[in-house]
């Protein structure tokens, strides 16, 4: 039985904000005046990666709809929280926007303080899209599919082990969802990034790894990796042979990689939904959804007040999940 519960909106305040720009009263004005300068958009990791392939594939194009330039800044470092912080002080007046992803979601439960509140000090503008994770293994383990993984594990507690690109990482925390789920003893070896942790299961020092599709794919059309589920409601289109964890038999696997965009708080609801609609048609753009699809996500363009729901539920899911795991931050 699966012991995580429904997800269930949790956060006032991201609602809040939502509803704020959707406000019909909010001063034309606003509006009509911005943009009148370039807009930058945080990164907060380093260059390379899903969300910095995302900034810079829509940047230009929502530049062009913005008919201002928006520059993109990674500012990398602990988790995320350096770039998110950074928005979350920023000035309030549409002209820093912050590109997150899970990590933001996730952080509020896996550091015992952080110098901003995400719910409070943030307001979404749009959920671009979520990436499903694929869990795969060592092509010399003893299983070919899900059913023969757990038989496997429950055969011998303790003595199946899975790579992750860090302690209270997605991935980790997918594998720890896993084990609720299925009621499994497998140990976590973690690593400084994905790329070690896939390398050491190609290498077969480890056995399995969850990781997102666009790091793994190569891999596994390789053959160097076996891939045995996708954690999501529909298969990837990348892998159409390979099952989701429903079609497997185990429940519970919510665990996906979303991508969206936030502004500060306080930013003017006009502003919000100049932001929301110009970033909506970029995103409707045939260019932009076949590039996405081809790394692995699956479109979402929420406006601001579902994306609060959204979130919400994303939230109050990982809060559980890190606490069930036991989880801290490195």
């Known amino acids: 039985m699966n012991p995580m519960p429904n997800r269930r909106p949790v956060c006032a305040g991201l609602a809040l904000a939502a509803a704020l720009a959707a406000c019909p009263g909010a001063a034309p004005q606003a509006q009509d005046a911005y943009p009148s300068k370039p807009v930058r958009l945080v990164v907060p990791y380093p260059p390379g990666g899903i969300g910095d392939f995302v900034a810079r594939l829509v940047a230009p194009k929502w530049g062009e709809a913005l008919r201002q330039q928006i520059v993109v800044e990674n500012r990398g470092g602990a988790g995320s929280n350096i770039g998110s912080d950074h928005v979350a002080k920023a000035a309030p007046d549409g002209y820093t926007v912050l590109l997150f992803d899970t990590a933001l979601?996730?952080?509020?439960?896996?550091?015992?303080?952080?110098?901003?509140?995400?719910q409070r000090d943030l307001a979404p503008v749009m959920l671009l899209?979520?990436?499903?994770?694929?869990?795969?293994v060592n092509p010399t383990l003893p299983a070919t599919?899900?059913?023969e993984l757990l038989a496997l594990a429950r055969a011998k507690?303790?003595?199946l082990s899975y790579a992750s690109a860090g302690s209270g990482t997605l991935v980790h925390l997918a594998a720890e969802m896993l084990k609720s789920a299925a009621g499994l003893d497998i140990v976590h070896v973690p690593y400084k990034g994905a790329g070690l942790a896939i390398l050491d299961v190609i290498g077969g020092q480890v056995p399995m790894l969850f990781a997102v599709p666009g790091t793994a794919r190569a891999h596994i059309a390789a053959g160097k990796l076996r891939?045995?589920?996708?954690?999501g409601e529909r298969r990837f289109r990348g892998f159409p042979g390979v099952p989701t964890f429903v079609e497997a038999g185990v429940r519970g696997m919510d665990a996906s990689l979303v991508v969206g965009f936030m502004v500060p708080a306080k930013t003017p609801p006009a502003i919000v939904t100049v932001l929301h609609d110009t970033l909506a048609a970029v995103a409707a753009q045939s260019e932009v959804t076949g590039k996405l699809g081809d790394a692995g996500m699956d479109m979402v363009v929420a406006d601001p007040r579902r994306t609060a729901a959204l979130l919400a539920d994303e939230f109050a899911l990982w809060a559980r999940v890190v606490k069930a795991s036991g989880a801290k931050a490195e």
Not at 107 to 116: D, E, G, R, S, V
Not at 227 to 231: D, E, M, P, S, Y
């Open 157 to 159: 507690p303790g003595a």
């Open 105 to 118: 979601l996730v952080n509020p439960a896996l550091y015992a303080k952080l110098p901003y509140d995400a």
């Open 145 to 147: 599919s899900v059913a």
């Open 227 to 231: 891939a045995l589920a996708v954690t």
């Open 129 to 136: 899209g979520r990436t499903p994770l694929v869990l795969a």
